[in-house]
């Protein structure tokens, strides 16, 4: 498959992600659907676009590099990956409320207000700064690109809603992890995470980890050494 399909397919993967979730697409979209019907349509949309990159992926005729990883990118990546998943499995677990009208701040969203963007984006980037090739490259700056984009735009959705609690929400988290509680705009508040959430997301990595040699081909622990 041509390089121009593969990075077709990549930009086909972030729009199916970007456009149904912009602000004045998605009501749109639920006020003619209903909130079942928008939520299987992008479904649909999501997979189509992410089994289509997938096939491109695999058949893809590129072997460059784009650059050569540092010496120790696979251990940070290694090492840092267990981050990426309790903040994925502290947002999957932790109600954040609706975008125009959240939630107070609670658990995870006290440290970070987009832990789930943040988790996927430390683990594309920690991916990214490990591979160096062409194609892993396009893989990880995709998923890079759609978390950074799903955090820019659900900020810039917290700014202009009229709400009291999305002002307050805004207010006092932050973006950038613990920058809020070390300003004194929020605490730290252990119980409201809990040991669960962190030995879930552990427990996440070290099956990831463990599987990823026979699911992708890849020792992470092997490139560790």
Do not use: C
């Not at 041509?2 to 972030?14: C, G, Q």
């Not at 079942?36 to 949309?45: C, D």
């Not at 207000?113 to 700064?129: I, K």
Request: charged share 15%.
């Amino acid at each position: 498959m041509p390089t121009s399909l593969y990075l077709a397919a990549a930009l086909l993967l972030f729009v199916s992600h970007a456009v149904p979730s912009w602000p004045g697409v998605r009501p749109a979209l639920v006020a003619r659907l209903g909130r079942p019907g928008f939520m299987a349509l992008h479904s649909v949309l999501s997979l189509a676009a992410l089994t289509l990159f997938v096939v491109a992926y695999r058949d893809v005729d590129t072997t460059g590099f784009v650059f050569t990883p540092a010496g120790w990118a696979h251990q940070l990546a290694v090492a840092l990956m267990p981050v990426a998943f309790v903040l994925i499995a502290a947002r999957l677990s932790t109600k954040a409320g609706e975008p125009l009208s959240p939630r107070e701040p609670a658990g995870i969203y006290r440290v970070t207000r987009f832990p789930g963007s943040l988790g996927l984006l430390l683990w594309a980037v920690l991916h990214l700064q490990a591979t160096g090739d062409a194609r892993r490259v396009v893989l990880f700056a995709t998923m890079a690109a759609i978390a950074l984009f799903a955090m820019v735009k659900n900020d810039w959705v917290l700014r202009r809603a009229r709400s009291a609690a999305a002002r307050t929400f805004r207010e006092e988290t932050s973006v950038v992890p613990f920058a809020a509680i070390l300003a004194g705009r929020q605490r730290f508040v252990w119980h409201e995470i809990g040991w669960a959430r962190l030995l879930a997301g552990v427990a996440a990595w070290a099956v990831v980890l463990e599987a990823h040699r026979f699911v992708f081909g890849v020792d992470p622990l092997y490139w560790a050494r």
